[in-house]
């Protein structure tokens, strides 16, 4: 077959303009916008210990499926893309739970075992199951949640006790 010089610029700008096209998806289809900040504990990072150090955006609006949540490492987060946060208001829950070791009482190690592991809340329920924290999520803007908890909780870290067949129990 043989192409004549119109056509061969016609093929060409084709396939560029459909190169260029396939990289001009939206990044998120769904309206989802970046959230992201700090979050500290008495104006410290948040130590890293075995166990879940997360932040939770539940929406205030009937789209149960508009909030989000991610994990928090060195105290900060990020919710970008598909896993963002849809443009509204939110009750904020920050959920921090440690591993500790059933037989030592102190935080997990890889020593530990999963068997020998439970896992006790550093934060009262008024940061998470109780929270009335609230953050609006605005479209097009950059949307930076920081949040200093500040409180002088007392975790409690009895280890549970050992029952009859080496397993454990909650105290």
Known sequence: MIFNRATKFALTLLFVVALLSAGCKPKNPDGREDVSG???LNGK???EYPGVCSIQFDP???DKRAGGNGPIFDGKYLLTGNDGVKPGKYTVRILYSV???GATGQPATVESGDLNQYLVNY???EF???SQIEFEVVAKKKNVFDYDIVTDF????DAPRSNKKGGFVDP
Do not use: A, M, R, W
Not at 154 to 157: A, D, E, L
């Open 38 to 40: 700090k979050i500290t």
């Open 128 to 130: 998470n199951s109780e």
């Open 60 to 62: 205030q609006g009937d």
């Open 45 to 47: 990072n948040i130590p």
């Open 154 to 157: 007392q975790p409690q870290v």
């Open 99 to 101: 591993s500790y070791d």
């Open 123 to 125: 934060l009262p329920p």
